[in-house]
């Protein structure tokens, strides 16, 4: 433990660099064939089953579906010999491919959460990389922003796997520089990209990122699954996600949303994958009435004692007087970052970290 380093972001790091330092945002655009169509059904171009889903699975039209997209200073197109560490973050419930930029505002006439990447790539901190900011509704109605329990496009968030799996991912792989290649299929291949992708998210995305990235339970209106209001808000659990392992290495959960599931199962699901993470981040503030008891409370009990020897790295860290916003949510994309993309020289193994940050 001893190079391991949990702290607030330092308030340099919310500064601007030098012009030169600074990284571009752009947006993407990409045809998503994998999401809920407006009959609740799942709509694919792949050969799954409809057990598997938990509803029906049916044929349809590609939908065009736009990501933005961070990309770090000196990033050229041209030079396919550079190659870059990938990221994706996702947003809450309410938000979108924006969250992340406008939580937190500017400073010095640039986003913060872009301004935390310019100086940790610029001080050697990290090495270079790419953040996707995805939309994580994988519905027909996926710019539909409103919660609404029965709606198709709060569905859609528990079916955003099939997406980034089959649709995301490939494009962005396709379209840059990444030293991950999902075309890879082989043992080696495989534990070659997955070393190089990290998927982590805010409130909703970070159950997401459990739910879905290491392998949870899905879930539905009760008004169509038609048990009882599990969670109180409208929504009850279905079928059980695979998990991604397979797909990352690194995982992270800020304030994950309280259909997170218990930490038991999820660590029971990573304990039966062929897949060891290296890093599970988990982090949540102490004054957090959303998701603190309900999400990630739940989430980190048993959680590593059920894993065993697949989780290598793993780390919960409480903001003391934090609470549901951008503050807490930065902190812990600042530390995760760090811990996994940090540059080879320091590279740490094999730690559990149980921290407290002064907010």
Known sequence: MKNIDI???PEQYKRA???EQQGTLTEASYSMRNYINAYRQFVTNQNID???VGRETVTGDAITKICNVYLPAGYNEADKNTKYNVMYLLHGVGGNRYEWLYGYGK???NFVICNILDN???NGDIDPLIVIFPEGRS?????DSSFNAVGTNLLGFYYFDYELRYDLIPFIEAHYNTYADIKGTSSEEIAYSRMHRAFAGLSMGG???LNLGIGGY???SVEHTGEKDGFKNGLNVTVSALGMEDLFTYVGAFSNAPTSSDGKVLGSSLATRGYRINLLYLTCGDKDGVAGEMGYAKAIDGLKEAAGNNLENYCEVIIKDGVHDSHVWNNGAYNFIRLAFKNSEGRVKQYVVKSIINS
């Open 17 to 19: 660099t030098k012009k």
């Open 107 to 109: 400073v010095d006439d």
């Open 207 to 209: 159950m997401q990122a």
């Open 120 to 122: 940790l790539i610029a």
């Open 7 to 9: 702290t607030a972001v």
């Open 50 to 52: 409809s057990k598997e």
């Open 139 to 143: 519905a027909h109605d996926w710019d």
């Open 218 to 220: 899905r879930c539905d």
